[in-house]
């Protein structure tokens, strides 16, 4: 970017793609020189994991009553990261008042 960040998109980027486009945003970034940067899960939030072995974690924190969070979720989780879809599981999160 011509502004000098260092992560590659500006302010105002992120705000224009908020604005116009909208929808499902994941960041994360990819470090080291072809190898892998950690040998364990890349947890990109509370709610995703990525494990060493390819599959992708999607933790539900609510149970699933027809309304279809685990598979709506997931599914486009899956379509924003390019994941194969037979690799994404569905987790239900501990649910504790």
Partial sequence: ???G???G???RDVIQLAA???G????FALTGKGEAAQTGPARLNTYVTVRPDG???VVSKNP?????VKT???MIIAEEMDADWDKVRTLQAVSDP
């Fill in 20 to 22: 116009g486009g909208g």
């Fill in 64 to 68: 699933e009553v027809g309304q279809g």
């Fill in 72 to 74: 709506s979720m997931p």
């Fill in 24 to 27: 499902l945003m994941l960041g």
């Fill in 9 to 11: 998109a500006s302010r």
């Fill in 1 to 3: 970017m011509a502004d």
């Fill in 55 to 57: 599959w992708v974690e």
């Fill in 5 to 7: 960040s260092q992560t």
